[in-house]
């Protein structure tokens, strides 16, 4: 399976916009820019989709992992807060509030754990990175 998202940038680095469109619509030339990067513009920025996808992909996790343990989850909340500073992610931090009938605060903390290391987007957060340039003129 691949999945895509497509990013438009017109501009320096500081003046210019961009937009980010996804298959799925729910990035619809949705903007960005370097206001909504560092300080408070309206559209998203990388930081923000990067917390979305890693307490989206950790809360899908702990449900699989709990299911594997024998637990059903009601409910599973998950904040993520990615930090940004000297132009590098340097930290992803999760919290998590469930309610998980019967399980006890120890086997929680165990599939919590579990879930943190071995989500997804944990493992892509501490991964090579590699790419393939066109330059078109």
């Given at each position: ?10 501009g320096s ?17 949705t903007p ?106």
């Amino acid at each position: 399976m691949v999945r895509n998202a497509t990013a438009v940038w017109n501009g320096s680095g500081k003046e210019g916009k961009g937009h980010l469109t996804a298959p799925s619509n729910v990035l619809n030339a949705t903007p960005y820019s370097f206001k909504d990067r560092f300080e408070d513009g309206p559209g998203t920025n990388p930081e923000e989709l990067v917390a979305a996808a890693h307490s989206g992909c950790f809360t899908m996790k702990l449900s699989f992992v709990l299911g594997e343990a024998g637990f059903t989850p009601e409910s599973l909340q998950t904040k993520c807060e990615i930090t940004f500073a000297n132009g590098a992610i340097t930290k992803s931090h999760l919290i998590v509030e469930g309610k998980v009938p019967g399980i006890t605060e120890e086997k929680f903390q165990e599939a919590v754990k579990n879930a943190e290391q071995n989500c997804p987007i944990s493992k892509l957060l501490n991964t090579a990175i590699s790419s393939e340039a066109k330059l078109i003129q």
